[in-house]
């Protein structure tokens, strides 16, 4: 009941932000904020610069609220929104795997380290909890209170807050049509442009989403880690108007490619948005670095955006380590200023 309460108090002054806001039982300073967001260049000559929420990921508190706190704090006024805080703020069931716990056994696993005997049993009890979490999610979504998104929106969009882009768990192979639609109606409510997801390396799947993006007037991007290639998304790209590129510019780099501004220039009508980071390329140890310590031309890329006119945004992906005794908001507020210094020409 607690809860539900804060939920209400929340919405209930989320339009009167200017006069402060009271989150939970923390004082949440949003005149200042706001003020700061909205004089911020986050929208820098004409390139808008935004944020994945996945960069909070690290934060205890992952409910709607909480991230709009966490992101204008950052000073940015635009995000791709992970579907966690969205669908905590419509009711969905509480995954009972704790992600944060078990992620770094999870990235080993993903980079195929070698895993000890109790390794391997504590991922297949989470992979099981998990699979019934989805199962139950499934479910959920069947019948979720969708006008609880469009909610959110206008919670998000007083606060200064546009939400560009979506990213639920509801658009991989495993989804049903109902689940995928479920996500698309989901985006649309949300404000959001379009919907992105990890490549899923299947062309029959590729084909279904776009199609059914297209009913929805939404586009579906593609996002890619190091399988990253510049014909990855052709094949997508071919079948459907709505098929476009989530592309991320660092792991491009990471994988070895060497033209990424040229890949831009060739199919930017085609990119939806654009993961930025500052990653090394496999000479240098592919780290992934605090920005302008990596090989990735973050900056060019930025100046290309901006003297080309390119209308798509450019989306802060904070996947460094947070050094000690900084924050998530500080580090990505860092990332913004290196933004602005570039497209102002200081970079």
């Not at 709009?68 to 635009?78: F, M, P, Q, R, T």
């Not at 776009?210 to 996002?223: D, E, F, I, S, T």
Request: hydrophobic share 35%.
């Amino acid at each position: 009941m607690e809860k539900k309460s804060t939920r209400r108090q929340f919405l209930g002054t989320a339009t009167t932000l200017a006069s402060g806001v009271l989150l939970g039982n923390r004082l949440f300073g949003a005149p200042a904020i706001i003020r700061e967001l909205r004089n911020s260049r986050s929208l820098v000559n004409g390139v808008q610069i935004g944020v994945i929420t996945y960069s909070f990921r690290d934060l205890p508190d992952q409910s709607a609220e909480a991230t709009l706190k966490y992101i204008l704090e950052s000073g940015v006024n635009a995000i791709e929104l992970m579907g966690g805080p969205a669908e905590s703020f419509a009711g969905a069931p509480k995954n009972p795997v704790d992600f944060r716990a078990v992620m770094p056994l999870m990235r080993k696993r993903f980079n195929k380290e070698t895993l000890t005997e109790s390794e391997q049993k504590e991922l297949a009890d989470v992979d099981a909890r998990n699979k019934a979490y989805r199962q139950e999610m499934a479910k959920w979504r069947l019948s979720a209170p969708m006008e609880k998104f469009e909610q959110m929106r206008k919670m998000y969009n007083s606060a200064g807050v546009q939400i560009y882009a979506f990213k639920p768990d509801t658009f991989g192979l495993q989804s049903s049509d109902a689940e995928i639609d479920y996500g698309l109606r989901a985006a649309k409510l949300l404000g959001a442009s379009h919907v992105t997801l990890e490549h899923p390396g299947n062309d029959a799947h590729t084909l279904k989403l776009g199609q059914m993006a297209q009913k929805h007037g939404l586009r579906v991007g593609y996002h890619g880690h190091e399988q990253q290639t510049p014909t990855l998304w052709d094949t997508a790209l071919s079948q459907s108007p709505a098929n476009a590129m989530n592309l991320d510019l660092g792991h491009f780099i990471a994988a070895g490619n060497t033209d990424p501004l040229g890949l831009i220039r060739e199919k930017h009508d085609r990119i939806a948005s654009m993961h930025i980071k500052d990653r090394q390329t496999p000479a240098h140890g592919k780290g992934n670095l605090p920005w302008g310590q990596g090989d990735t031309p973050i900056a060019d890329a930025l100046r290309l955006m901006r003297d080309q006119k390119y209308s798509f945004p450019a989306t802060i992906e904070l996947e460094y380590p947070v050094p000690q005794g900084s924050s998530p908001m500080a580090e990505v507020r860092k990332c913004l200023a290196f933004c602005q210094n570039a497209l102002s020409g200081k970079a």
